[in-house]
């Protein structure tokens, strides 16, 4: 796509931008299976590491099958609002929030954050982080009166992390005013944008410092990669530290990855509006279900996050839960009837997948700390896919014969 030509929808954006020009004219930007590149001189050599020159030096480092993805990700990070950020894709979500938070914080800091969040976030913060010195502050950030008082009692806290819709919880804070407070306080603030894709939210609109993804969910779409990215508005220190603290921890991705992240995320607007759609209409058909207890969707006046989720995402997600009236055995009887939607804990696909918490990947947890997050016997966590919604409704209707 020409410079100059300024795409106004948001597939056209994702289809084309970030797309350069390779020397053999491939339609894809191949992927380029090369540790390191090749310079004319010793001359050119010394031009690169200094940073005069532009170019390739060492696949860590970067190389241009993660370029496309980045740039992508990027442009659909700040469509609409005439700005700059910089994104350094990673091997991981988790390889991305350990970059982010290990370029920002040094010993002696304090990380605030709500007390819902993705468990592999959870382990880093409260089981690594401590032996840096850092300590991770846990509230429920949608007290907005509360964590002004605790960002402006303690001024160790250097950073505010936000991750919504949360993982496993569905729970949604808000975006806009916790970075007003933030910035009050000259605190930064690094929200993870997984479950809502830059499609339903663009958390750079509300003046944030930096957005993480995990790349491996509905960015990529299929699940045929793990991935992660960080992007920064402020490029001096994208450039300097962070991209420094990036390459010394060495989480870069891989070519493949990068070509099939790239290759997932033309179609975004299109799955999202699917997923979105369909993850409505089940939860409004499981909400007058007998079998049902409660459900949990954002995008159900009946959420306590409904306002928030309205406010900034242009639909609700895909994501939903539901507890089940019969509790621990109606989850592994519902899970082991299931016909077509899959029984595993990862999200973002195309295909329905569920996950029955308590059996699986709580299965470990005590009853009560379980119930503290929300996570009672019944409960099933859904990643609502993009098959025909009659279909995912026929499996639920018999796997729910319970
Ligand atoms: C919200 C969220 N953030 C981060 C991660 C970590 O991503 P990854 O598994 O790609 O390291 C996950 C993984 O499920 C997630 O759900």
Redesign the pocket.
Known sequence: MDKDFNVSGWSSLAIHAGHEENDVQAHLTPIYASSTFVYDSAEQGMRRFSGEEKGYIYSRWGNPTFSEAERKIEAMETFGLNMEVKGILHA???AA?STVLLATLKSGDKVLSHYSL?G??EELTQQLLPGFGIERIIMDLRDLNKSEDAMKNDSAIKLLYI?TPA?PTIQCVDIEELSKLARKYNIKVVV?N??ATPYLQQPFKYDVDFVIH?T??FLNGHGTA???ILLGKDLELMNTRVKKTHKMLGGNTSPFDAFLLTQGMKTLELRMKRHCYNAMEIASYLSAHTAVEKVNYNGLASHPDFEIAQKQMKHAGAMLSFELKKGLAGGIHFMNRLKMCVRTV??GTVDTLLSHPASMTHYGVGKEERKKYGITDGLIRMNVGIENLEDIIKDLEQSLDI
């Open positions: 991981s979500g988790m929030i993705y592999g976030t991750e993982n993870d997984t479950f995990s491996t969910k793990i991935g992660g990862s999200l």
